[in-house]
């Protein structure tokens, strides 16, 4: 099992590469020169060469390449084009809010999704399992902004029970915190709920269908604990790989509920790099987003291990 | 005929019982157009109000509209009125136009992006589940493709791209390539190992005509789903990338861009928000209620499961 840990977290070191490369050569498929599309349509031609030296796009491809990865390693992000200052400084700025909405919102969601998937499972087509798989069909199909601007104009324009917009760190105090989060975690949970729930529903039907289910109940053992403690447990492997691949929509989705609720987070972040072509904070902040993924579902791989000791690779 | 009436006929000497009530609801078996509706209601729900968006968009010229992009400063922010249906925005811009014409943007990135991909994703797919030494490489570049979280790689392609709605069905295709590529890849290394194939190459066929002709055909119920989840998550990439400033430029009425419009002043006109947003739920709505139909008709196995 050691040994599987160990291969495995070594296999994440090509996926990473690959993906440094991926996001350092996107500025080299457009078509045209990096320089002058950063510079966007005003820029003056002495625009164009400032920023074509500031990254270094006049040296060959490999070499721009083998120095930003160098530099990347060393956890050297570069330099804003718009503000100067070093992109791991103007992402550590903001990585709080973000990282809090995300861990609260995954909190949450899980606690929300799993008993929504492990009831409708168990009520199999009665209306309780009907109204749940409806609320996951609505689920997927309305924008995280839309459900963020309703639950805003509701719960906080209308009742007031919540603040509009903003962010409160957590330093500040934890209700303030929380309360400020509440909406946005909702809204950028839904999506992820219903995702949750799904396959909840799914992978529970499967093993409720299993002969050991059925032993348990004949032995006089309660329904919450035959659903919980005897199935649950062995649906466990597909919720958990779906809770990983759905960390992506909540990444995705972070970056628009910020800008609903105006939370300074690394959405915001990528919002104002997009709107001055501040390529660089672009990449800094895929790459990390991309890190995080990648370290989530390889910290899920590890948990399958233990979930599920039939695994083995 | 005849045969039937000699059945009833009883043979001589022999009382017959009497018929048994008909109890039995006669199963009318589901049949035809109307049966195979009712026999999917959501290909029926959701099939209906994509034809009715898709009507919208093609002739959203004449549903009352104006020009959406005419501006008239004396009449900005109008609350919605029989005269302005859905209200006007902050240039005085008439909403209800602009919304029947974003129609069309959200219904071309949807269709161009699920098919696209589609294609790309098979084409890559077939590749890497037939050809076994690709195989390792092109997944590697896929799962690599696929850490990168759909939206920022669309935010990060859009940065370096100009906005145009060309573009932005280019970006999100790329994002979602290797998602098809994984799937059609799966069915195919199942496919692989099938008798029929075997006998194909025993019999001599060649690999392009293998693949074209029993493997290809295999992939297409599943990419079919797939495709229909493609279409309306693109829509809603779309819509996102439009939101946060990165998609279809701002003098094309598109959701997202009426969405982003109206952001300033949502609090107190709502309604801006509102009405964009209420389309693209529908029309995500449908599209995803139309991809639960087709992988129920298409894979029965599956849909006890879901």
């Known amino acids: ?313 | 005929m005849t045969l039937a009436s000699d059945h009833r006929t009883p043979p001589p000497g022999l009382a017959i019982a009497t018929p048994l009530p008909d109890i039995l609801k006669k199963v009318k078996p589901r049949t035809g157009f109307v049966g195979f509706l009712r026999r999917y209601p959501t290909i029926a729900i959701g099939g209906f109000l994509l034809l009715v968006l898709i009507f919208v968009a093609v002739f959203a010229g004449y549903l009352g509209t104006v020009d959406p992009t005419a501006i008239s400063p004396s009449r900005r922010n109008r609350v919605p009125s029989e005269l302005y249906w859905f209200g006007t925005d902050m240039l005085g811009r008439d909403l209800y136009s602009r919304v029947l014409y974003g129609t069309r943007v959200s219904l071309t990135v949807g269709f161009c992006v699920a098919i696209f991909a589609s294609i790309g994703g098979l084409a890559i797919g077939l590749i890497a589940g037939y050809v076994r030494w690709l195989d390792g490489l092109v997944m590697r570049a896929m799962d690599s493709l696929m850490s990168i979280p759909p939206i920022l790689l669309a935010v990060a392609l859009m940065a370096i791209t100009r906005g145009s709605v060309g573009n932005v069905i280019l970006a999100i295709t790329v994002a979602e390539i290797p998602r098809v590529a994984r799937l059609v890849r799966g069915v195919v290394l199942s496919l692989r190992e099938q008798p029929y194939v075997d006998g194909a190459i025993a019999a001599g066929t060649r690999t392009p005509m293998i693949i074209l002709r029993h493997i290809l055909p295999n992939t297409l119920a599943p990419m079919t789903v797939q495709a229909t989840y493609i279409c309306g998550s693109a829509m809603i990439v779309e819509a996102i990338l439009s939101f946060i400033g990165a998609g279809t430029p701002p003098n094309i009425p598109s959701w997202g861009n009426i969405m982003a419009e109206g952001r300033a002043l949502w609090q107190v006109k709502p309604f801006i928000v509102f009405f964009p947003a209420a389309f693209l739920s529908v029309t995500v709505l449908a599209v995803n209620l139309l991809g639960d139909g087709l992988r129920d008709m298409l894979d029965p196995r599956a849909s006890k499961g879901h």
């Open chain 1, 1 to 313: 099992m050691l040994g599987y840990i160990l291969r495995r977290i070594l296999s994440t070191i090509p996926v990473m590469a690959m993906v440094g490369l991926f996001v350092f050569s996107l500025l080299f498929v457009a078509p045209g020169d990096p320089a002058a599309l950063i510079a966007g349509d005003q820029a003056s031609p002495a625009d164009i060469e400032r920023i074509r030296e500031s990254l270094g796009l006049n040296r060959p491809f490999l070499v721009q390449f083998g120095e930003w990865a160098w530099r990347t390693l060393h956890a050297d992000l570069g330099t804003s084009i718009f503000t100067s200052l070093p992109v791991t400084q103007m992402i550590g700025q903001r990585v709080e809010p973000t990282l809090s909405l995300m861990a609260l919102t995954l909190v949450f969601a899980i606690v929300v999704s799993v008993p929504m998937g492990v009831v409708a499972a168990w009520k199999v087509g009665t209306w309780v399992d009907r109204s749940i798989m409806t609320f996951a069909v609505f689920g997927f199909s309305v924008p995280v902004f839309v459900i963020g601007y309703m639950l805003a104009y509701v719960f906080a324009l209308r009742l007031d029970w919540f603040p509009v917009q903003g962010y409160t760190p957590i330093t500040d105090g934890l209700g303030p915190w929380i309360s400020n989060l509440v909406l946005p975690a909702l809204s950028l949970g839904c999506v992820y709920i219903a995702l949750i729930a799904r396959i909840t529903r799914a992978s529970m039907l499967e093993v409720l269908a299993q002969d050991y289910v059925r032993t348990a109940k004949a032995k006089g053992l309660g329904q919450r604990s035959v659903l919980f403690l005897h199935a649950l447990k062995n649906a466990a492997v597909p919720i958990v790989t779906v809770i990983g691949i759905g960390i992506a929509l909540l990444i995705g989705g972070a970056v628009v509920t910020e800008s609903v609720f105006a939370i300074p987070g690394l959405g915001r972040l990528t919002v104002d790099a997009i709107l001055r072509r501040d390529y660089p904070v672009i990449q800094g902040v895929v790459l990390l987003f991309s890190f995080i993924y990648v370290l989530v579902n390889l910290l899920i791989d590890i948990l399958y291990t233990f979930l599920d000791p039939r695994i083995r690779y």
